[in-house]
Structure formats: C-alpha cells, structure tokens
C-alpha cells in the first residue's frame, strides 16, 4: 500500500515570497490534516479536510495561508507571503475516518527555511 | 494545564534496558494513539487503541481508560529506538474531534 506522498521535501525561500506544498493521501482515505511542527515542539493542526470539504481550519492563519482539496483527494497547502516564523515542518496525514477509527499515516513532511 | 502530558520529556537509557513511557490526559476519550518521530524525519503511527493492550514486536502499549492513562513499553531497548515518542488524543471541540498531541518523550538508546 502506497503511503502518503509529500512534496517537496525541502524548501528554502525568502520572507514574502510565496510556497505551495502538495500531499497525495492514501487511496480511499477521506480524511486529510495539514499539521505545522515547529523545531522542538509537537504538531499543529493547521486544516482538517473531510473529502472536499472543511471541518477544521480554526488554526490556519487565513491571511496568508490557504488550502484546498478540490477533488478530495490530493491537496495544496500555500504560503504567501511567507514570513520567517513560518520556518517549520508541514506535515500531510491522512485516515479513512474519525479519529477514533482510523488508524493515522503521516507523509515525510516539506520542511521549510523562510530566510 | 496541557489536556495531554507525558512524562517522562527526556529519558536516557543503556541498550537493552526496558522503557516506558508515560502518557496522561484530562477528559475522556473513545482512542489514544502513540506515534514515533525519528530525528528529521515523518511521523509514524504505533498504535491506536482504545482499552487493554496491545503488542507488536518489541512494543507495548497499554491503556486504562478510567484512570486517564497510557504506556508505551520498550523490551530490549536497541539504539534505533531512539526517537520521541508521543501519544495523540481526539477531544472534542464544538463538536468537532480534534487530535491534541502531548509534547513528546524524546528517547536515546545508548550502544
């Protein structure tokens, strides 16, 4: 079974320009979470989908963050423009139902330098 | 007050030693999940699990869902088991569940 699929990796930019980070979630899977985690601290819930739509963006800073699952599959998370605090790991998880039923996978994460 | 904290946040161990990790949390839940980050790397699903224990290779985890609390057990700890572990629960907000993680134990086997 093919896990999570993020991209890309590894992105350096500089403050106010902008990023978009895509994740292909596993097949069949309805749920999909778009997490920040910061050096040293725990993951952030930054957007929950729930096919193509939103259950959850309480924490997704709407001034210059936005995302989108169009199809309900795969999803685009976008920065712009980024700001230096913006330095972190975004991490795409995915499962096929709530969190009390589904087992969670996570992709490798895009790791992002705002310089 | 964190709804979810792990003790202990750095633990040190010698090779082949047993481990456990602690994970407690404030109001009920219908499942916990343990999750291993190894350093720079994704996050990887342990276990979800919702009463008693469960077992898979070296790994333990156990719940008691009265008494709010969890453990991760690590048999014959090996170095590559260093990684932070953290435990993960739904809690309900407005409605809506939301995964609420514990700040992590980070884990050093040393050889």
């Known amino acids: 079974e093919a896990g999570v699929a993020q991209s890309p990796r590894y992105k350096i930019i500089e403050k106010r320009q902008s990023v978009a980070f895509w994740c292909n979630p596993i097949?069949?899977?309805?749920?999909l979470y778009w997490y920040q985690q910061i050096l040293g601290q725990g993951p952030k819930l930054l957007i929950q989908?729930?096919?193509?739509?939103?259950?959850?963006d309480s924490q997704l800073p709407k001034d210059r963050f936005s995302a989108e699952r169009l199809k309900g599959v795969d999803s685009t998370l976008k920065i712009q423009p980024a700001k230096l605090e913006d330095s972190a790991v975004y991490l795409c998880?995915?499962?096929?139902?709530?969190?009390?039923?589904?087992?969670?996978?996570f992709g490798e994460g895009s790791r992002l330098t705002v310089l | 007050k964190n709804e979810v904290e792990q003790s202990p946040q750095n633990l040190t161990a010698q090779e082949g030693e047993f481990i456990t990790i602690n994970c407690s949390y404030s109001?009920?839940?219908?499942?916990l999940h343990w999750l291993q980050q190894h350093p720079g790397g994704g996050i990887v699903s342990l276990f979800m699990?919702?009463?008693g224990k469960k077992k898979h290779g070296r790994l333990i985890a156990t719940i008691n869902i009265q008494e709010k609390h969890s453990s991760l057990h690590i048999t014959a700890s090996h170095p590559r088991d260093s990684a932070v572990y953290i435990c993960?629960?739904?809690?309900?907000?407005?409605?809506?569940?939301?995964?609420?993680f514990g700040t992590g134990t980070r884990l050093t086997i040393i050889p």
């Open positions: 109001v009920g839940i219908s499942a």
């Open positions: 989908f729930q096919n193509n739509g939103v259950v959850d």
């Open positions: 993960a629960v739904p809690i309900s907000n407005f409605g809506n569940e939301k995964l609420t």
């Open positions: 998880a995915s499962t096929t139902g709530r969190h009390n039923t589904g087992e969670l996978f």
């Open positions: 097949s069949g899977h309805a749920t």
């Open positions: 699990l919702s009463s």
